[in-house]
């Protein structure tokens, strides 16, 4: 995500089994609570405690939408999830808050069910046992007015709607699991009437037309954590054209801006090309940019298509490297994110400094502004980024009423600045394979950071337990390998700098 504060944006700038250390006391929860009343579930997130749920892994979702030709009316939805049990299981817990339930079937028999705060409760007509597949369909509305605290999900657009689901809010939408730690495959189908466009994650698998509606289904080619699901319905033009090796390329846009948008749509190919040289393969079956006409604050990359402000593009007074740099951001995503995505919220540092880390690079060979220049004003910021927001591996939990208010400055250009001191502190041969082998390792999976310390003490040989500790754990900046007289300002207050103050704001 690319947070965006567009009145200061300036010119710089399958799935692997939930780990039990995460889910122990959430399943030994599970179990114990079989037998009384319904309450709410998590996996044990430290930053979200109340996302994800117990006792199953999902496989695939298959999602319906019926849209009325209105953005102010909820949406007629059936989802189906297709899972396997890992306990016992008296009650199925559903992450899914924002809608009305008209009916729950497991394995083709009708269910009871009830709400327990942000979760729907099932109750089958016989407790499941582990390890075998269950379906879950539930027929509901999804909502796209906000109520409330309940902010997110789906977007409100000029013509129709999109989805900007991250970091919590996908059960706003539909009922899911909705933690990163259970990626899952994805079918997605869309009706809208005449005169809409319909698109969704991954590659068209039809279209058929009744009466005056069309339903476009769409399906994903590999696992996709649910923060990352896109529907975009409007009146929409879609534009094809070929990406590196084939990879077909498809952006979505407002019929009405098609001409002025597409000098900056052709760039995508190019732009994943220069990706593949840094970091290998692009690792999807798609890729594109979904071009909303709103303002959402943010951009963001949601899997094969990225969601744009078209504000971003027609809006005059941003120098064209800079917009291209943040094309590269969410492009960057695919891999660190999409493909490789966090384990738990609080490696969000392994997305977000890796998406800064492409695009600052991007903005250097690109636009002429120097890495190191970016790097030194993170290093003076970065004690206060840290006293306002926690380290990069350590942030504070989101603030009361704002959802997305864990994606700080220190997860973005301080996250970054990690990154820059590792590859001074190993070098940079190692460093750039310690990124290919890291996205290659662990692509179509969940990863922590952890995981990536691992990796860079087997590539560098080293033993960088007290550089990681120190640089994502610390409370102050380490002293900067290879630049000793960089210096970090200190914090004036717990406050802060704003958002601005990064060289660029993002989901």
Not at 26 to 51: E, K, T
Not at 189 to 215: E, H
Not at 462 to 470: H, K, V
């Amino acid at each position: 995500m690319l947070l965006t504060a567009r009145a200061h944006r300036p010119p710089a700038a399958a799935s692997r089994p939930l780990k039990s250390a995460l889910l122990a006391s959430a399943v030994s929860v599970c179990l114990v609570a079989a037998g009384a009343p319904a309450a709410p579930l998590g996996v044990g997130d430290r930053l979200f405690p109340y996302l994800g749920n117990p006792g199953y892994d999902v496989a695939a979702y298959d999602l319906s939408f019926t849209y009325s030709g209105s953005n102010s009316k909820p949406l007629q939805a059936v989802t189906t999830i297709d899972a396997w049990t890992t306990t016992t299981l008296e009650r199925i817990n559903l992450d899914f808050a924002h809608g009305a339930v008209d009916s729950v079937e497991v394995d083709g028999r009708p269910a009871t069910f009830e709400s327990a705060g942000d979760d729907l409760v099932v109750t089958p007509r016989d407790p499941l046992t582990p390890g075998i597949r269950t379906r879950v369909t539930v027929r509901h509305t999804s909502d796209p007015v906000s109520s409330g605290d309940q902010e997110g999900g789906w977007v409100r657009t000029a013509d129709g709607l999109a989805m900007a689901n991250q970091a919590d809010v996908a059960h706003l939408v539909f009922p899911c699991n909705d933690h990163p730690s259970d990626k899952a495959m994805f079918t997605i189908r869309i009706t809208a009437p005449d005169g809409y466009t319909a698109v969704a994650n991954g590659l068209p698998t039809g279209a058929g037309r009744a009466g005056r509606t069309t339903t476009w289904t769409y399906r994903t080619q590999h696992p996709m954590a649910t923060e990352l699901t896109q529907v975009s319905i409007g009146r929409s033009t879609v534009l094809h054209r070929e990406g590196p090796h084939g990879l077909p390329v498809r952006d979505v846009v407002p019929s009405k801006d098609r001409d002025a948008l597409e000098p900056w749509l052709k760039k995508t190919p190019d732009q994943i090309a220069w990706m593949e040289g840094k970091v290998g393969p692009y690792p999807f079956e798609t890729y594109g940019l979904l071009m909303a006409d709103a303002s959402t604050g943010f951009e963001l990359e949601t899997q094969t298509l990225s969601l744009f402000e078209k504000d971003l593009f027609t809006t005059p007074g941003h120098p064209g490297w800079y917009t291209e740099s943040i094309m590269v951001h969410e492009l960057s995503h695919q891999w660190f994110g999409d493909s490789v995505s966090p384990h738990t919220w609080s490696d969000l540092w392994l997305n977000e400094g890796h998406a800064t880390w492409y695009e600052a690079l991007y903005a250097q060979d690109k636009g002429g502004r120097t890495l190191e220049t970016r790097m030194k004003a993170a290093y003076g910021a970065s004690d206060r980024w840290r006293a306002a927001g926690g380290p990069p591996a350590l942030p504070k939990p989101p603030e009361p009423g704002q959802k997305i208010s864990i994606f700080r400055p220190n997860v973005y250009d301080g996250a970054a600045l990690v990154l820059y001191a590792l590859r001074q502190e190993i070098g940079e041969q190692d460093f750039d394979r310690l990124e290919r082998d890291w996205v290659r390792d662990h692509r179509d999976s969940t990863a922590t950071t952890a995981d990536f310390r691992r990796l860079a003490e087997e590539v560098s040989g080293r033993d960088l337990g007290a550089f990681f500790q120190d640089w994502l754990y610390g409370e102050k900046t380490p002293p900067m390998p290879g630049h000793p007289d960089w210096k970090a300002s200190a914090p004036a207050s717990a406050k802060g700098p704003k958002a601005s103050a990064a060289p660029k704001a993002a989901k």
